[in-house]
């Protein structure tokens, strides 16, 4: 069946940075654009940006750009979410989703808890 | 940026009643909006996109609505795995996607 499985959880010092992958499976991998969403304790959803998985382009969102930084591997059908110069509000649980052909997230991972703390 | 609003914030409803969640964007997305039912642990999940349009298997209890800047999620009668929190999300852009605040619909 079609999933996306992450990586385990992370605990990070202030300043380190964080590398979340993703790994789908149960279709073509190069044929849909993955999202990475996050979610502070308590919070909503919090957009970071967009891979497209075929050629590697890239969009972020404004708030995260030169902090973040999305990758693939083609040949294992994984993405990834590297996250710099962590700080306490950067703790969250981090999802990867899948941009379904009519655009909106149809597919999610299960989330990676990031916990930044001294 | 384009700014999604939902209201209320927090919705008491008894189960088999009807719950209306309302979601208002700052400017136009067409029918360019998703709705997404999160439960607490869990990651969330697609309801509706295009407006209206349900997801694969979600029930017709679930219903989507609107266009331009005001969207509707209706619920028409409540079941017990329905209390949750409700989130709208705009995809106009391609390039920016955001959410809204969330709606918690809770038992009354």
């Known amino acids: 069946q079609v999933q996306l499985v992450q990586s385990g959880a992370e605990v990070k010092k202030p300043g380190a940075s964080v590398k979340v992958s993703c790994k789908a499976s149960g279709y073509t991998f190069t044929s849909y654009y993955m999202h990475w969403v996050r979610q502070a304790p308590g919070q909503g959803l919090e957009w970071m940006g967009i891979i497209n998985p075929s050629g590697g382009s890239t969009s972020y969102a404004q708030k995260f750009q030169g902090r973040v930084t999305m990758t693939r591997d083609t040949s294992t059908s994984t993405v990834y979410m590297e996250l710099s110069s962590l700080r306490s509000e950067d703790t969250a649980v981090y999802y990867c989703?899948?941009?379904?052909?009519?655009?909106?997230?149809?597919?999610w991972g299960q989330g990676t808890m990031v916990t930044v703390s001294s | 940026e384009i700014v999604m609003t939902q209201s209320p914030a927090t919705l008491s409803v008894s189960p088999g009643e009807r719950a209306t969640l309302s979601c208002r964007a700052s400017q136009s997305v067409s029918s360019n909006l998703a709705w997404y039912q999160q439960k607490p642990g869990q990651a969330p999940r697609l309801l509706i996109y295009g407006a209206s349009t349900r997801a694969t298997g979600i029930p017709a209890r679930f219903s989507g609505s609107g266009s331009g800047t005001e969207f509707t999620l209706t619920i028409s009668s409540l079941q017990s795995e329905d209390f949750a929190v409700y989130y709208c999300?705009?995809?106009?852009?391609?390039?920016?996607?955001?959410f809204g605040q969330g709606t918690k619909l809770e038992i009354k």
């Open positions: 989703a899948r941009r379904s052909r009519k655009h909106a997230f149809d597919i």
């Open positions: 999300q705009q995809y106009n852009n391609w390039l920016s996607y955001t």
